[in-house]
C-alpha cells in the first residue's frame, strides 16, 4: 500500500476508463452482490502488490479457506520498499546515511511482518512467495520494459535486479517477461481454482500491475490449465472506505463511482471471531501502523468484497464529456472510433497516447509488438516500445467531435486480443496517468 493513499492526501484524479459502462446505479451495491463460496477442494491462489494487501482484502479468505481444508497460496509481487513516510515514522529518523540501504531494509521488515500474519493466520512460510520486483514500478514495467537492455532502475534503492537470494528466482532483471515468467511458472505449478487479485480499476500502480500481468499469464496458459475463477478486491481508492478506523460491524460497500459499471460484487461474510483475527494480523504490520493505523482498521469489517472481471465488449459508452468509444477490426486493420458529447474549439490542443499490446496464441506475449501511438492535433508518430517504426497504412482524422484511428493488424502482431490504455485530455480534464487498462477480443 502507498502512503499517499493510506493518508487520504492523494492529488484529486479522475479515471477515464473507456470500459465505464452506463448500468443501474444499484448495480455492484451489496443488495445484489452474491455471497462467494469457498470450497474444501478449492487450491487459493492470492496475488498481493505489497505486504498486507493480503490481510486487507483475503484476511477472511484466508481464515475460511484454512478451516474448510483448502489449500492456499499466497505471492507478493513487491515488498513495499517506496514508503518513505512509514520508514521516517517507524525509524522515528528524517534523514539516514545510506537511504539506498534503509529502503531495502524496509522492503525486508515489511516481508517479515507478512510472513508473521500469515503465521497467525495459520499460513506456513513454505506457502507465501514473495517476487522482489520493485515496489511503485511494476506498471511502468509493463507499459515501457520488455527485452535484455531495457531493464527498469529503482529510484530509490538503485536496483535492476531481485537481490541474491531473493525472489523467484536470484537476480531477475527488473523486466516484464521476467515477472510474467514467473507469474506463469506459479500458476501452472499451483493450477489455482480461485485467483484473488487487485483490481485494474484500483488506483495504486502496482495493484493495476498484477492484474495485467495475470491477466497475460492466464493468456499463454489457457491450452496448459483449466481456467480458474477471478475474484478482485480494491484497496486504493479516493475516499474509501468509508468511516475511516475500527469499525467491525459495519459492512464494506463498493465505491460508488465503481458500483455504477456492470461487475458482479461477491461478499465474504465474516463471523466476529474472524473479524478479530483479521484485525490482530493487521496489527502485526508495525511499519505502517504507525502512521496508517485507522486506515488499515477501516478494512476490518463484516465482510469482504470482489469483483469479476471487466467485461470485454468491443464499444462502451462514457462519461463526462466522452460519447462513445468503438473498436472494429476486420481482416487487416483495428479501427478506433471515439466520439465526444460536444465539439473541441480547437483539435489543435487535443492530445493524446494509445496503447496497444497484442496478444495471439502463436507467438509468446513478450514477443508481441507493444504500440504506442503519440497523436497531437492531426500528427502523430507510432512506436515499438521506444522506437519510432513505419506508419505505413494507418491514419488519423480528427474532427472537433470525434477521433477516427486505423491501424494495420500487421503493426500490433496480427493479434486475436488487445491490452489497450489510453492517455489523453479528450475528457477537457486532467486525468490520471495511464488511464485505464482494459482488454479487448478481436477474433470470437
Known amino acids: 500500500m502507498k502512503p499517499y493513499l493510506k493518508t487520504g492526501c492523494a492529488l484529486a484524479v479522475l479515471l477515464f476508463i473507456l470500459g465505464f459502462a452506463n448500468t443501474s446505479s444499484s448495480a455492484g451495491s451489496n443488495d445484489s452482490s452474491v455471497t462467494l463460496s469457498i470450497a474444501r477442494d478449492d487450491r487459493i491462489l492470492i496475488l498481493a502488490p505489497h505486504p498486507d494487501d493480503e490481510v486487507i482484502a483475503c484476511g477472511g479468505v484466508i481464515q475460511q479457506a484454512l478451516n474448510i481444508g483448502a489449500q492456499v497460496k ?61 515496489d511503485q514500478g511494476t506498471r511502468s514495467i509493463f507499459v515501457d520494459h520488455w527485452g535484455e537492455g531495457n531493464e527498469y532502475k529503482d529510484s530509490l534503492t538503485g536496483l535492476e535486479q531481485t537481490i541474491e537470494g531473493e525472489g523467484l528466482v536470484s537476480h531477475s532483471p527488473y523486466l516484464a517477461e521476467a515477472i510474467l515468467n514467473d507469474t506463469e511458472n506459479v500458476i501452472r505449478k499451483f493450477k489455482p481454482t ?45 475516499h474509501w472506505p468509508t468511516h475511516r478506523g475500527f469499525h467491525p460491524n459495519k459492512i464494506l460497500s463498493v465505491p460508488k463511482k465503481i458500483a455504477k459499471l456492470d461487475l458482479n460484487w461477491f461478499i465474504l461474510k465474516l463471523n466476529p471471531w474472524q473479524v478479530e483475527r483479521k484485525k490482530q494480523a493487521l496489527m502485526k504490520f508495525k511499519s505502517q501502523t504507525g502512521y496508517s493505523k485507522s486506515y488499515l482498521l477501516s478494512f476490518v469489517r463484516s465482510n ?12 462502451f459508452k462514457g462519461r463526462g464529456k466522452l460519447k462513445r468509444v468503438s473498436f472494429h477490426c476486420d481482416n487487416e486493420n483495428l479501427t478506433i472510433d471515439i466520439e465526444l458529447l460536444k465539439r473541441v474549439p480547437d483539435t489543435k490542443d487535443i492530445k493524446g497516447t494509445f496503447y496497444l499490446f497484442g496478444y495471439t496464441d502463436k ?25 519510432k517504426i513505419n506508419k505505413a497504412g494507418s491514419s488519423l482524422k480528427l474532427r472537433p467531435a470525434s477521433l477516427h484511428l486505423n491501424i494495420p493488424l500487421s503493426i500490433l502482431g496480427n493479434p486475436d486480443s488487445i491490452f489497450y490504455s489510453l492517455k489523453s485530455n479528450l475528457t477537457g480534464t486532467r486525468i490520471i496517468r495511464w488511464g485505464c487498462w482494459r482488454i479487448i477480443n478481436l477474433k470470437k
Open 74 to 134: 499466497i505471492v507478493y509481487l513487491t515488498e513495499g520498499q517506496h514508503n518513505p513516510i512509514s520508514l521516517i515514522v517507524y525509524k522515528k529518523k528524517l534523514l539516514f546515511k545510506n537511504r539506498q540501504r534503509q529502503f531495502i531494509e524496509l522492503g525486508r521488515i515489511r516481508r517479515k511482518e507478512s510472513i508473521d500474519a500469515m503465521n497467525l493466520l495459520g499460513i506456513d512460510r513454505s506457502l507465501l512467495i514473495f517476487l522482489d520486483y520493485p
Open 194 to 238: 480461485k485467483i484473488f487479485c487487485s483490481h485494474p480499476l484500483d488506483q495504486n500502480s502496482d495493484h493495476i500491475a498484477f492484474y495485467l500481468f495475470l491477466k497475460a499469464a492466464l493468456l499463454e496458459l489457457q491450452n496448459e490449465i483449466q481456467k480458474p475463477q477471478i475474484y478482485l478486491y480494491i484497496v486504493h481508492y479516493r
Open 304 to 315: 469482504e468484497l470482489f469483483s469479476d472481471d471487466l467485461k470485454t465488449n468491443n464499444t
Open 363 to 387: 507467438k509468446p506475449f513478450k514477443d508481441m509488438p507493444k504500440i504506442k501511438i503519440g497523436l497531437r492535433a492531426n500528427r502523430y508518430t507510432v512506436y515499438n516500445m521506444e522506437y
